[in-house]
């Protein structure tokens, strides 16, 4: 609150003086004979800093030697969370007709955002889409409408919003243009129109060819249409887009898989991610089927050989539990309560994690909750993820 006040008394008293002068033609006023300075220097001594702070910022004149001063206190105060202030600045300084042309977009920029950090996401709109039609200040005006549509899920006009930044020489947004088809999709697969779901996807998939999300949704559609050998394709492609992913589409590979009579080809890709890209969820995978065909002991003389060469906690638990299904008959008095450590250490872990600002999380958003990134969270299936203790990071309990 202090540092305003340095920065408001000596520009107050020069307007003062400067009005004061103006007021009396030649005669100069000293400072202290403003009655509004003075009335704004008594706040100050009786400390009350707030009302000190408004009265000072009544002397200062708008004009076009103080205009910079009332956009960068209107910035200070809304970075400090103090909107309503920075909103009085913005709207005091858009009424008046002297501004040029250029200082009323900025003021209007800085006042879109001050209603943006206030949540009134309505006037913010309605400000920023001013700036595009008058084609001043427009990569920021667009950044922000970009950020207003998203958290109003207006998916049509995040798609146009993206195109123009990407025209106005912005980096490439295709990522987010391929979660916005996604989001189309989902919303047509709900209402179970299948056609325009599968065609969005195809568009998600132009915007991005690595797109996951577009691919496993595209997997789930084919299922539900009963065509498994296309589904399994589908999903079978995720390892080329993204290998973290993998573990997201083991189990609808195997359903698929069961149903089509294709195991030797998923085992191949099952043995391949756990071999070649280290992925716990593949060897436990493949666990299971041994298990089936080969028996218990063979399932645990494979975990054995993964762990060896990519040690995991789920893969431990997983290999216990095997074994004590092998050994239910005699089991060794301490592998149970092992199992039970592991399982427990495993409930407080998180299996996801935003490459961007670390959020750590219980399931998979395609949209960070912490840094509204897309594409940013990640399955952590080389290692296991634990929740660092009191470093700060934002993790979901869902
Ligand atoms: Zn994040």
Redesign the pocket.
């Known amino acids: 609150m202090m540092e305003f006040l340095f920065l408001l008394l000596p520009l107050a008293a020069a307007t003062g003086w400067y009005s004061g002068r103006r007021s009396r033609g030649s005669e100069p006023q000293s400072r202290d004979h403003n009655p509004v300075y003075f009335k704004g220097l008594n706040l100050l001594l009786n400390e009350q800093p707030d009302k000190a702070i408004d009265v000072f910022i009544q002397l200062l004149e708008v004009d076009s030697e103080t205009v910079e001063t009332h956009l960068a206190l209107g910035n200070l105060f809304r970075r400090r969370g103090e909107v309503d202030r920075a909103i009085r600045i913005h709207q005091n300084l858009i009424a008046r007709p002297t501004l040029t042309k250029e200082q009323r977009a900025q003021a209007l920029l800085e006042l879109g955002q001050d209603y943006l950090r206030a949540g009134l996401f309505d006037r913010a709109e309605g400000l920023f889409d001013e700036l595009v039609v008058q084609k001043l200040f427009q990569v920021e005006a667009s950044r922000n409408l970009h950020f207003i549509y998203q958290q109003e899920r207006d998916w049509e006009k995040c798609l146009l919003m993206a195109q123009r930044l990407e025209s106005l020489g912005e980096p490439s947004l295709r990522v987010e243009r391929a979660h916005y088809f996604c989001e189309q999709a989902q919303k047509a697969r709900g209402t179970r129109d299948e056609g325009l779901a599968e065609s969005l996807l195809k568009k998600a998939l132009a915007a991005d060819k690595n797109s996951v999300r577009a691919t496993m949704l595209l997997g789930q559609l084919a299922m539900e249409q009963g065509d498994i050998t296309v589904a399994y394709r589908h999903f079978a492609r995720v390892e080329s887009q993204d290998p973290n992913f993998i573990g997201e589409v083991i189990a609808p590979l195997s359903e698929c898989s069961n149903r089509i009579g294709n195991r030797q080809v998923f085992r191949e890709l099952l043995r391949h991610n756990a071999e070649k890209q280290g992925n716990v969820d593949a060897a436990m995978a493949l666990a299971d089927m041994v298990r089936i065909e080969q028996g218990d002991k063979a399932a645990t003389e494979w975990m054995i050989h993964f762990l060896s060469n990519h040690p995991s906690l789920r893969g431990l638990e997983h290999l216990l539990s095997i074994h004590l299904k092998d050994a239910a008959d005699e089991p060794a008095e301490l592998l149970p309560i092992l199992k039970e450590l592991i399982a427990r250490m495993l409930e407080t872990s998180y299996g996801y994690r935003?490459?961007?600002?670390?959020?750590l999380a219980r399931r998979l958003h395609w949209q960070?909750?912490?840094?509204?990134?897309w594409s940013?969270?990640k399955p952590v299936s080389f290692s296991d993820c634990q929740a660092p203790r009191g470093n700060g990071l934002i993790v979901d309990e869902i």
């Open positions: 935003c490459g961007q600002c670390g959020f960070c909750p912490g840094c509204k990134t940013s969270i």
